[in-house]
Structures are given as structure tokens and as C-alpha cells.
């Protein structure tokens, strides 16, 4: 190998689901300047400028070096104009304007407190905000009525908005397994999410539930949930029935990028187990319990390959396979289903692995998908 004495230039592929992006970073600095305007342009309602934001992350999270200088970056995808200009100010000066007076701004704190509350989103935050509500405090005196999601997601906000270790998912993961095997022996539970890409914390613990015999797991999810209620697992759930095989715009182009499996979204009761419970409030007593976000999914052993790579992201990561499905091989790709636009049929698959050869992707594993 040359020894070379000037900077290196890097290349990297246009899709991330055509690079393999680890969970070692070496830009951490400018990911996570790119990562907060992304946030912030997501909580304006702003989802253009926020993929934009996400993408230029994502590019520099799959260098093998930390960048020096903006020639470096010359030829790389999706860097616009305003990411390359943020990356210039973090490169001159150590860190992004853009990003820390963002971060100190009112607004910003306020949309990501009110957000923050399981069940509220942008639009509900920004009308919040409207009538002058800007915290937690001011929204518990203003009256305002609240849905079940959004009284919850109050009641428990210090557990909900806590990361979970990745021994709390293994703990989730053991009820979970115990409530499927119970009401269905043979059901197949398996984590999904950030967790299987091999993070070390999560926001929520994801799991997926199947049977190897198709039409077995039909009706399973009402049954989870009665018996982890029954246990008192439960602080909070809502579950939503399959609605695939009804649905009127065709299996592989949902409405949304929700998908139309049986799931649930629950918030946990998990015993301390051992560990020492954090305090909220010094004059508290301490829980012997914290909440925790769950998110359960039932899928047909036919479509589980499929529900396997569409639940197990990273968000980005998901977006660019659709991306390149849709603008590279003319298919349609959900957690459902394949669909081969120009030969006009749907493409199985048992394993993620034949899904990227579908694609004409090199596989790409879990680990590698932290886009
Ligand atoms: P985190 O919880 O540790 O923060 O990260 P994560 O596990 O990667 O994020 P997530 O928000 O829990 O999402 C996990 C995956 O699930 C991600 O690829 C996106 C996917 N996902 C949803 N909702 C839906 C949905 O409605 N349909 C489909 N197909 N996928 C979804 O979060
Ligand atoms: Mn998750
Ligand atoms: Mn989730």
C-alpha cells in the first residue's frame, strides 16, 4: 500500500443500504451537529429537511476516519449546500453554531419536552405552544384534555423518556417469551429494533412474534396482552388488529410507511430486579419499578422476513432500501412484501438474505445497518 502524506479523500455509495455502518462512529462530533438540526427540522414538522440532515449524517457515520477538511468530503452524496456548511463551522471552530444556539432555544427545548410525552407529536406540541403551554408543568395546570396515549405517557414521562439497557430489553424479552409461549407454544419471539443492530441502549424495546405454522398466529396479539394485563406487566397498551389483507391500495404500497400488522404499543412495568432504582424526586420513595416502552408485532411466518427487515432499522437504513427498491429495480418494498413492478409479481423470501439479493444488494447484517 502507498503511504500517503496528504489527506485522504473518501468514497462512499449513494443508499446506505449500500454501505455497512457500524456503531463506531469517527465523526461523532459532526453526526451529532447533523443528527440535533435533523431532530429539530422533525419536531418543526419539517421531514424534508430533516431526511436531508439524516442523510449527510449517515455519509459521514460510514467514513473510516474522522474528516479534517472539507476537500476530503468532494464527490460524496447527499451533502447539501447547508450540511456542508455546518460541517465547515464544526471543522473551523470546534462545534456548529447552527446546532448549539438551536439547542439553547426555547422552542426547541419546548417542542422536545412536550414530544417527549408517549403519544404526543409535532403538531400537538406546536399547538401547545401556541396557547402558551412550554412544559410539563404548564400543561398539567392548563387543563387541557389529554387521550389515554397522552395521560400515560405523562404519568410515566421519567421512566418513558429513560434509555433502556440492553439488560432491561433481555428482562422484557424473557416476559415476553413466557406471555407467547403460554397462550401460543411454539410462537417464535424474536428482538428486533436497535437492540438486535447491536446498540447498547434503546428509547423502546421491539419485538417481533411469529409461528412456523401460517395462519397459527392469527388472533395472537389479544391474547399476549390479556395475559401480561393478567400479570400486571402492563401500565399502558394499545393494540391495533391486521388490517393487510383488507386493505384497498395493494399489499406492497401501504398508505404510509406504517405497515398493517397486528401490534401493539405498550408501556412495560419492569421490576428493578436488583438494581438501584433512580430517584426522581430526592424526597421520593425510590420505585421498586420503572416504565418502559414496548412495541410488540405479530407477523405470518410467510411475510416474516420481511416484518424481520422493515422492524429492525435503522429508520434511515429502512428509508434508502425503499428508496433504491423504487428508483433502482422499479419494486415495491415493504415489511409485508416484495413487489417486482415490471414483472408485475411479488418476490418471496424466507431470509433478509434473499430479500437483498432480490434487491441486487450486497447482504448487509444487522450490526451494519446503524445508518
Ligand atoms: P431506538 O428504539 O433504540 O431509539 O431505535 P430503533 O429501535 O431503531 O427505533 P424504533 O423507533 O424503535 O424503530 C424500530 C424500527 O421499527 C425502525 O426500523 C422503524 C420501524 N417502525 C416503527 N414503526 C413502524 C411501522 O409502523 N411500520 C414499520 N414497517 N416499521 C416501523 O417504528
Ligand atoms: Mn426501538
Ligand atoms: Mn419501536
Not at 176 to 200: C, D, H, I, M, N
Not at 226 to 255: C, H, I, M, V
Request: hydrophobic content about 35%; aromatic content about 8%; proline content about 5%.
Amino acid at each position: 500500500a502507498e503511504c500517503l502524506n496528504f489527506a485522504m479523500v473518501f468514497s462512499v455509495p449513494n443508499y446506505a443500504c449500500q454501505r455497512r455502518t457500524t456503531l463506531e462512529n469517527h465523526n461523532a462530533v459532526l453526526t451529532d451537529a447533523l443528527s440535533l438540526l435533523a431532530e429539530n427540522a422533525e419536531l418543526e414538522d419539517e421531514d424534508g429537511r430533516g431526511v436531508a440532515f439524516r442523510r449527510a449524517a449517515a455519509v459521514l457515520k460510514a467514513l473510516p476516519k474522522p474528516v479534517t477538511s472539507l476537500t476530503q468530503l468532494r464527490g460524496l452524496p447527499c451533502l447539501g449546500e447547508h450540511s456542508l456548511r455546518v460541517i465547515q463551522d464544526v471543522l473551523e471552530t470546534g462545534s456548529s453554531s447552527e446546532a448549539e444556539s438551536t439547542k439553547q432555544s426555547e422552542r426547541f427545548k419546548a417542542l422536545k419536552v412536550l414530544t417527549g410525552i408517549f403519544g404526543v407529536g409535532p403538531k400537538t406540541a406546536a399547538w401547545w405552544i401556541r396557547h402558551g403551554i412550554n412544559t410539563l408543568h404548564q400543561l398539567r395546570a392548563s387543563g387541557h384534555t389529554l387521550n389515554r396515549a397522552q395521560q400515560a405517557g405523562l404519568e410515566h414521562y421519567d421512566g418513558v423518556n429513560r434509555p433502556v439497557t440492553k439488560a432491561e430489553a433481555d428482562a422484557i424479552g424473557e416476559i415476553v417469551e413466557t406471555a407467547v409461549t403460554s397462550v401460543l407454544p411454539g410462537a417464535q419471539v424474536t428482538l428486533t429494533g436497535g437492540f438486535r443492530r447491536g446498540k447498547l441502549t434503546g428509547h423502546d424495546v421491539d419485538f417481533l412474534i411469529t409461528h412456523p405454522e401460517e395462519g397459527r398466529e392469527e388472533g395472537l396479539m389479544p391474547k399476549v396482552v390479556s395475559w401480561l394485563e393478567s400479570q400486571g406487566f402492563l401500565l399502558y397498551q394499545k393494540t391495533t388488529r391486521n388490517s393487510y389483507l383488507e386493505s384497498k391500495d395493494g399489499p406492497a404500497r401501504p398508505a404510509s410507511n406504517m405497515d398493517r400488522f397486528e401490534r401493539c404499543f405498550s408501556i412495560f412495568k419492569l421490576d428493578a430486579c436488583g438494581r438501584q432504582p433512580a430517584l426522581s424526586q430526592a424526597d421520593e420513595e425510590p420505585k421498586p419499578w420503572r416504565a418502559v416502552r414496548v412495541d410488540l408485532v405479530v407477523s405470518p411466518i410467510s411475510q416474516f422476513a420481511f416484518a424481520l427487515l422493515g422492524w429492525t432499522g435503522s429508520k434511515l437504513f429502512e428509508r434508502e432500501l425503499r428508496r433504491w427498491a423504487g428508483y433502482e429495480k422499479t419494486m415495491s418494498l415493504s415489511s409485508h412484501a416484495l413487489y417486482d413492478n415490471k414483472q408485475s409479481r411479488y418476490l418471496k423470501a424466507t431470509s433478509e438474505e434473499e430479500i437483498f439479493a432480490h434487491l441486487g444488494l450486497e447482504y448487509v447484517p444487522p450490526s451494519e445497518r446503524n445508518a
